[in-house]
């Protein structure tokens, strides 16, 4: 019985092209680079009008959103919903991984940034 056979090779074609739209923050990048990255992956909107602590709340609230999205794709295709498709929740599982670790990225640069602060001399 075919449900319907999803190519493996173009469900791994369109991780590594979302793989690779995402801003190297590792490298450097600026808050511009990271913000535009951000956009990109589904990320902050309005961020010139925001505060920077706002600016980090709603990150963090679609990060959330993006995973919680995954894991109600990923049960329904488990719960054998004819309506999801594997690369649907294939897609969002990637999305939600790949936003998380730029979140991680930037939350680290952010900690490195606050010790260097810390350590100046006066």
Request: aromatic share 4%; proline share 2%.
């Amino acid at each position: 019985m075919d449900v319907g056979r999803v190519d493996v090779n173009q469900v791994l074609s369109q991780m590594r092209s979302m793989r690779a739209e995402m801003p190297n923050a590792l490298h450097g990048a600026g808050q511009a680079d990271a913000v535009s990255g951000l956009s990109k992956l589904g990320g902050v909107q309005g961020v010139q009008n925001e505060g920077f602590g706002d600016m980090l709340s709603s990150a963090v609230n679609q990060v959330r959103d993006m995973q919680s999205n995954a894991g109600q794709l990923s049960t329904g295709y488990s719960l054998g919903d004819p309506n999801i498709d594997i690369t649907q929740v294939m897609v969002a599982m990637q999305k939600s991984k790949v936003s998380f670790e730029a979140m991680s990225q930037v939350r680290n640069k952010l900690v490195t940034a606050y010790k260097d602060i810390m350590n100046m001399p006066v």
